[in-house]
């Protein structure tokens, strides 16, 4: 059953466990979205990599 079907019905618990799993997700999302730019930026040129070696 999913909060998509009729027979759902909203309790508590539930808006805390889908509002938790989903600002997870989001935040996984959101990670990988940001390596994923600063990847291509890289490849393209737009942006050189750091070197933090003394």
Do not use: C
């Amino acid at each position: 059953m999913t909060p998509f079907s009729f027979e759902w019905q909203w309790n508590i618990e539930y808006v805390i466990f889908f509002g938790l799993l989903y600002i997870a997700l989001g935040l996984i999302g959101g990670g990988i979205t940001f390596v994923a730019i600063k990847t291509a930026l890289q490849v393209f040129g737009f942006m050189r990599e750091r070197d933090f070696h003394d």
